[in-house]
T-cell receptor, first 114, second 112 residues
Framework: GAGVSQSPRYKVAKRGQDVALRCDPISGHVSLFWYQQALGQGPEFLTYFQNEAQLDKSGLPSDRFFAERPEGSVSTLKIQRTQQEDSAVYLC????????????FGPGTRLTVT | GNSVTQMEGPVTLSEEAFLTINCTYTATGYPSLFWYVQYPGEGLQLLLKATKADDKGSNKGFEATYRKETTSFHLEKGSVQVSDSAVYFCALSDLGYSTLTFGKGTMLLVSP
């Protein structure tokens, strides 16, 4: 079956622009996670959804970052007024439920802010 | 807070050599431990996991044992192949809450 998909795969934004990154999780997966991976680093947690509820957003680096999952499936990560330090790969992962531990990752969106 | 420390790479080996990638962790509770692998141009994939002390996770010839006394989860493989060339990430998850904390990753390069 289809895995986690993300779009776009690559995004170049000028500093100050707003961007929206999309994640399509595996069908039926309850939990959805967003991670940020800077160059040469491991992924770092941004936010977590269980169905449409955002249960943890403690990893969002500033109030310019906003995520939603209004119908409990597709999720969008929005970054307003992008800054150069936002350049990274943004990873989405889904799991069947919050307790199953095995997360399935998408290929990521590489954001470059110029 | 939770943290994961793994050896810096790149690790460069010849085919059929023995592989060890060290991983140690700090956690407040009793975490589950994971190794993820990222092949060139692909997304992160779960390689193996262990959910309690002394458990051994294994997959595709790779093994790692959850050592609570040394807070370690070292990855090993007896004979690496060129196709094992990838970046390997050690990660942990607190029991009951599955957000992952990752190490920085270790690149493995295997030459023929």
């Amino acid at each position: 079956g289809a895995g986690v998909s993300q779009s776009p795969r690559y995004k170049v934004a000028k500093r100050g622009q707003d961007v929206a990154l999309r994640c399509d999780p595996i069908s039926g997966h309850v939990s959805l996670f967003w991670y940020q991976q800077a160059l040469g680093q491991g992924p770092e947690f941004l936010t977590y959804f269980q169905n449409e509820a955002q249960l943890d957003k403690s990893g969002l680096p500033s109030d310019r970052f906003f995520a939603e999952r209004p119908e409990g499936s597709v999720s969008t990560l929005k970054i307003q007024r992008t800054q150069q330090e936002d350049s990274a790969v943004y990873l989405c992962a889904s799991s069947l439920d919050g307790e199953s531990y095995e997360q399935y990752f998408g290929p990521g969106t590489r954001l470059t802010v110029t | 807070g939770n943290s994961v420390t793994q050896m810096e790479g790149p690790v460069t080996l010849s085919e059929e050599a023995f592989l060890t990638i060290n991983c140690t962790y700090t956690a407040t509770g009793y975490p589950s431990l994971f190794w993820y692998v990222q092949y060139p141009g692909e997304g992160l994939q779960l390689l193996l996991k262990a959910t309690k002390a002394d458990d051994k996770g294994s997959n595709k010839g790779f093994e790692a044992t959850y050592r609570k006394e040394t807070t370690s989860f070292h990855l090993e493989k007896g004979s690496v192949q060129v196709s094992d060339s990838a970046v390997y990430f050690c990660a942990l998850s607190d029991l009951g809450y599955s957000t992952l904390t990752f190490g920085k990753g270790t690149m493995l390069l295997v030459s023929p």
